[in-house]
Nanobody, 122 residues
Framework: QLQASGGGLVQAGASLRVSCAAS????????MAWFRQAPGKQREFVAG????????NYADSVKGRFTISRDNAKNTVYLQMNSLKPEDTAVYFC?????????????????WGRGTQVTVSS
């Protein structure tokens, strides 16, 4: 089970950190990722971190502003979002994929959280 939290309403330029706590799986063996879905748009990959932490990927739209990290002791993955823009408004989902490889995007994920709403006002 994946439980995302930390979303909210912020102004453009602000920062926000969302978290995703995992239970019922061997967290340290799973690649973790954040996706988002804005109203009327398809879900898109935002950031991913491999089980080993050796591989971290970001979507071009968030590079330099967002940072993904994980704490295996707490079974939690984080997404630190800085310099938020109105176009970052979306429901943010976390996902887990058993660490068969270090590929993080354009691959199917095994488990999904329910999402947390992030709204950025202009």
């Amino acid at each position: 089970q994946l439980q995302a939290s930390g979303g909210g309403l912020v102004q453009a330029g602000a920062s926000l950190r969302v978290s995703c706590a995992a239970s019922g799986l061997l967290f340290s063996s799973y690649n973790m990722a954040w996706f988002r879905q804005a109203p009327g748009k398809q879900r898109e990959f935002v950031a991913g971190i491999s089980w080993s932490r050796r591989t971290i990927n970001y979507a071009d739209s968030v590079k330099g502003r967002f940072t993904i990290s994980r704490d295996n002791a707490k079974n939690t993955v984080y997404l630190q979002m800085n310099s938020l823009k109105p176009e970052d408004t979306a429901v943010y989902f976390c996902a887990a994929r058993y660490g068969r490889s270090e590929k993080l995007s354009e691959v199917p994920y095994d488990y999904w959280g329910r999402g947390t709403q992030v709204t950025v006002s202009s």
